[in-house]
């Protein structure tokens, strides 16, 4: 099958879509799949002839409506009006998979930078704090978005969580796969007593100041951060004048298996985060490596840590932050049990041979016969 799967981002840039979309390509490849990758990520040529994939980066719009002309499937990943719009033009109906919260909030965040605070739209779809700020340009790039997803064959979403905020037709919950690095790392033991890892892009919505704040209240917690972003150096100095330089640890970025094994040596991964999680990559992948999770309320990240298979504070402040950071740190035997249950979990639902089989089973309904 010929397959456009429509990035806007891609590695080398980091993060979740851009995992996404690199994982997905390549599963799609191993399995006999003839794959192109267009994104506007800018890379060095070389980084991509190594790939079993092709990548257009950069191209004019004239390219993708002819790139999409020749493939059996389009997928654009995250929701993108130019994908989407490439894909009626040839008379396809694309697959889309929502990454984010673009369906009801310009930014795609459904949170204020400004104030930390979530979007006061709540669980129903519409117009947010931001988007009121933005005024008119706000609310009709909502609307232009969302009537971009009643266009769409089928409307994934990386979460139930998310299906439900952003209320889109067609919608169907894949919740997205992680590195087989992950799985290979084996993360059995208990870790370093009081360790805390964190990874992920150092920026305001990661709630890495929230951790440093409950780091306070357990003083038996040491703290290391993998990662870089524009929140290092204010967060490096909130560190040192909570005096904290003794127990925080700030790594820089990691590769994946640079991250697995901060992972392996902690006791336990912290998910701090202030925003709406989509999905939660980093828990997603503490839990593939048999780390248990610490998470603030937010977004998914209750929904995968549910039934025992991680630690869930009952509000995102320091103080609650703190309080189940002791119970997780205070009780190997309990820690060892929710690790062992979100691995399973993670075997069974965060594999892309599960989620790869089932985008399959989406692209073969839409692909003329």
Not at 161 to 173: G, K, N, T
Request: net charge positive; proline share 7%; aromatic share 6%.
């Amino acid at each position: 099958m010929r397959i456009l799967l429509y990035s806007r981002v891609f590695p080398p840039a980091v993060g979740g879509m851009e995992r996404f979309a690199e994982g997905l390509a390549s599963w799609l490849a191993e399995h006999g799949h003839d794959v192109t990758v267009v994104t506007y990520t800018p890379a060095a040529p070389t980084a991509d002839r190594q790939r079993p994939y092709r990548v257009l980066r950069h191209p004019d719009f004239g390219t993708v409506v002819r790139t999409a002309r020749r493939s059996d499937v389009v997928h654009v990943s995250g929701l993108s009006v130019r994908g989407i719009l490439a894909a009626l033009l040839v008379g396809r109906r694309p697959v889309v998979t929502h990454h984010g919260h673009q369906a009801v909030c310009p930014t795609g965040l459904a949170w204020s930078s400004n104030s930390g605070d979530p979007c006061p739209a709540g669980p129903r779809p519409g117009p947010c704090r931001v988007c009121r700020v933005q005024g008119l340009r706000g609310h009709g790039s909502v609307r232009v978005h969302r009537a971009a997803t009643w266009t769409a064959a089928v409307n994934v979403c990386v979460s139930r969580y998310l299906a439900e905020r952003i209320d889109v037709p067609h919608s169907r919950v894949i919740y997205d796969a992680v590195s087989e690095v992950a799985f290979a790392t084996q993360a059995d033991g208990p870790g370093r007593d009081g360790l805390v890892a964190f990874a992920g892009r150092l920026v305001a919505e990661k709630g890495v100041d929230l951790l440093l704040q409950a780091l306070t209240r357990v003083p038996e917690a040491c703290l290391e951060i993998a990662g870089d972003g524009p929140m290092r150096g204010p967060w490096e100095a909130l560190a040192r004048e909570l005096g904290l330089e003794s127990r925080v640890r700030f790594l820089g970025s990691l590769p994946l298996d640079g991250i697995a094994e901060l992972y392996a040596r902690s006791a336990v991964v912290g998910v701090p985060s202030t925003w709406d999680e989509p999905f939660g990559y980093a828990a997603a992948e503490a839990m593939a490596m048999g780390r248990p999770v610490v998470a603030t309320p937010r977004g998914a990240l209750p929904e995968l840590l549910a039934d025992g298979r991680g630690f869930v504070a009952r509000t995102a402040t320091p103080e609650a932050l703190a309080e189940v950071l002791r119970t997780a740190l205070e009780d190997e035997r309990r820690r060892r049990e929710v690790a062992a249950r979100a691995r399973a979990f993670a075997r069974s639902q965060l594999r892309w041979d599960h989620a790869g089989t089932t985008y399959v089973r989406y692209y073969r309904k839409e692909s003329p016969r």
